[in-house]
């Protein structure tokens, strides 16, 4: 997997007996329960699979309100959750999104560019 400068990666876990890539560090394989996991930079990038508006946000992102909240099924293979950027395109189900910054608490997606 190459390194893009415009879409940062994910730190995730990947399963040294299956291959099964997930989100969080745990003790076993959620596929095959190996505890082999060995941590991995996944591309931050893959397909909306569900999003919602956030009009009424908590405290500390209430000056981002309104946003949309995205669920992204990642082409890696595991479903995070970010939060679409202001200057994106309108998230709809199946578009193409990429992040822009990523830190332990904050994922920020962007629609891909459209052809
Ligand atoms: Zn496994």
Aim: some cysteine; hydrophobic content about 35%; aromatic content about 4%.
């Amino acid at each position: 997997m190459g390194t893009d400068v415009r879409s940062p990666s994910l730190q995730m876990v990947r399963c040294a007996q299956c291959g099964r890539v997930d989100t969080a560090m745990r003790p076993v394989c959620a596929g095959c329960l190996s505890s082999d996991l060995q941590p991995v930079s996944v591309p931050a990038r893959g397909v909306v699979a569900s999003y919602t508006t956030i009009r009424r946000a908590p405290t500390q992102f209430r000056d981002r309100q309104p946003y949309d909240i995205v669920v992204v099924d990642l082409d890696a293979g595991p479903r995070v959750t970010g939060r679409l950027s202001a200057d994106s395109a309108p998230a709809s189900i199946g578009a193409r999104v990429h992040a822009v910054h990523v830190d332990h608490a904050d994922t920020v997606f962007t629609l891909d560019e459209q052809p």
